[in-house]
């Protein structure tokens, strides 16, 4: 992914906003992990026996009413998330520590539907599907530093499925609060077309919600 489709994608969130009802920020805490990792003999070489570190997200996007009562609803936005992920290797009869960082940009949309829909209250389901794109990564081990961004055998780009849930508090007419769960899972990447793996996360967010309509049309008192 180059500027000029980052640049087409964010040209077609602005034109999305003139259809959308509601915009939200957030801010996440997620935590990562290789998962179901082989090498090129299908063998999983890879320990997960470490802790997995919390870092920080942030995101921001638009949501579409997609029926009257207002139950089942789409959203469309952008995210910045940080991956750390401790792990090792086995090389013979030893394990050596190795650690990635990665930080990603993620297009995600999908949709959520409110299992309760109280005018203060909401609980909803969400399944979404996201595309990253990694900006900067790099995985250290012994005295060696890899750069991730020049290395062509790790993928740069990964799509996912989400799955998770939400919990809504309406504080006004123009804005709520919600903290919801997700668990992300990439499809299969692959690594020199002879070894796979899939990249996990879950993550725990909290944002806010704001109607565009009182944003754009103000009451004056």
Known sequence: MNLSHIKYAVFLIGISVSYAQDIYIESSLNSASFEEFKNDEGVNTLENKYSKPVELGIG???????????????DLGVNYNNYKINTSFISGNSSIPS?????????????YFSVVNHSRIKLQLHAHSSLDHLISGSNQYMDRYIDLNTDKSFSKLVFNAHYGATLEVVLSDS??????????????????ADQSYRLNSTSILAGLRFKLNKIQNPQIH
Do not use: C
């Open 175 to 192: 804005n709520s609060f919600y903290i919801s769960f997700d668990s992300k899972n990439s499809i299969t990447n692959a690594i020199e």
């Open 99 to 111: 650690q990635y960082n990665l930080y990603y940009v993620s297009f995600k949309t999908g949709p």
């Open 60 to 74: 921001v996007g638009l949501i579409f009413n997609m029926t009257k009562n207002q139950r089942l609803k789409w």
